[in-house]
């Protein structure tokens, strides 16, 4: 599938290890981990002595099982803030979304890890020497970083914005851009394609074939459904849209050209799918997701849970790579529990987009303020169509007792990281139940 | 694309970083930023920064106080702000939900020197105040980054300055010893009234017009820079 020149080589091969030697690499890197947080991290050091893990030894991989899993508010509590030998210079915020912001450490050494697979994923998606890159401003994640790095290594020339992927009123200011620099290689937010594709629909053709230039865009953010990466592909004229997926605590994925889930970086990092009791489940069932960087540098994560709701894809990818596929649903801001279930914007998304006119059309997902209510409630933009079939659909394919949806009509929903509302809220945006009856 | 004016860079091919600006493009070659990242290290020394500071930003992920902070954020750039002061160095995006979350942040750190784009501090002030969060100025140095037409945000009179106009590629800090802000010597010039890059080709001429005045004598932090202060206002020195 893919052609593999002498440079691209080292890169390469662990994507093409046998699963025996990767997990044997794996298993030295976690020891290391774990030695090096024992001596050097004061908040690990307290979390396992707690736990009688001081002088615990992993054998296999397995072994991992028995550390305490944390989460943001452990390292919040617990001192995160105490600086760790070798933890590095920059610092990044994470969103904060969910709770109150962390703060991240970036060494050199751990950009030197991390650059690598930056590079191998980038060259999945067709970044190639001499092109021009569109990037991220590198300021915004530990992971845009390692991308500007990336693409001058890899022999590209770096292009920037000005403003901020997290504002859609600089899409004109990355259009500017765009129009002038013409790059080859897009990196932005799926939010942020979507505030373009808005943008550009309503421009008129005052920005027509603007993007038509561009190979690729490597988007991270949001999970992106089959059809939905092709309505972007067909609206935004561009050859292909790859999902990047990755964590500010070193979860690190990749989509190969066959699109099936991003592939894990698993030389960098150590994922795990765990179910609310902490245990590893197996692919094809969803959990959290747990992360455990494979560098004793920078900020160090030993199985911290990220909130990501994400399931490992069974079998392997027919692009020959022996690193595992994850596809990561949402988080406790882009999902709801229902009648026990918890139900990802995504799978409604899925379910929806089988009627090909509302692919597109951007939903909330509505949180009730009963617990475990039985019934899904969805806001969808646009006029109503088929409701009683797509209701019927929603309960057939999530497995749910009842599903409502509610159509918007002209009301815009801004697509963010954020996919669930409060009933509350909607009735602040002028949504009240003579509107949602209304079809 | 343009080619006018870049950095060292004589050909397209030689253009490495292209990083738009309000109202401009800034085009770099290979080694042209390490110039830029020692100068700003200069400002901040200016502004009382000492060898080792943690420093935040809040700014855009594009102006030259981000992407100059760190190696580890442009590539091309081999020494950033935090390799030449032995520090640290974060960057708070400008993005009102971003500057809403700054209070927490900074709770987490020790921050030395705290840098605040302009155009947010009045957001900043508000999120402060929600989340009963105050700078201590014993431990943090605050300084808010203008462009030279901006004006001084009310609440931020008592902040250190720094002049900030991206286009020109132009950082200048207010100097502590002197009060004045400093046009470092052989960077930039003053020609017909407006403030010219002599080192970066991308750059344009910035005019500085009647807001200030040219101060004549000279400052030891600086003895050949030449030194500005904004008309009408007292001089404000810091040290001494
Ligand atoms: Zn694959
Ligand atoms: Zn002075």
Redesign the interface.
Known sequence: MRSLGDDQAAEADAERWPVERLAAWQLDRLCEVIDFARKETPFYRRLWSEHDLTARKLERLEDLKHFPITTKEDLLRGGSADPTPGEGPVGFSTRGTSGKPLVVWLSAEEEEVYVRPTMRGFRWAGLKKGMTALLTSPVWHRLAACEAHAVARIGGRCAFFWGSILNPRHVESFLRTLDEVRPEFVTTTAPFLFWLVRHLESAGNSHAGALRNVAAIVVVGLPLTPRLREHLCQRLEVGDIFERGGTQEGAALDECAVHSAPHVHEDVCYLEVVDPQGRPVPAGRRGNLVVTKLASAGSIFVRYNTGDIAAFVPGRCPCGSSFRRLKIYGRPESSVEVAGKTIAAYDVRLCLEEDQTLVGRNLLLVREGVQSPQRLLVAVEGAGLNTEELERLLCDRLGLPGAKIMWLGDIRVRWGFREVLDRRELRSMGLNDSRENRR | ??LAGAGSAASLQD????????DG?LLFGCGDLDLWAEHLVWCYELLGVKRGATIAVQD???SPL??L????????LNQGV??RLG????????????VA?TP??LT??EIDLFVVRAEVVGLLGDACRKAAFEFAEARTRTVVAMDVFEPVPAAMASWRRLLLSESAMLIAPECEWCGCFHLRAGLYRLEDGAIRNLRLKSAQNRPLNDHYVIVREPCAKGPEDLRIRRAGEPCRKWSR
């Open positions: 694309m343009s253009v490495r970083l292209v990083i738009d600006v309000p493009r855009f992920g594009t981000a992407f902070g760190s190696a580890l954020l442009m590539p091309h935090a390799e520090g640290k160095f974060i960057c708070l995006d400008a993005t009102a939900d971003r979350l927490f942040v987490q750190l």
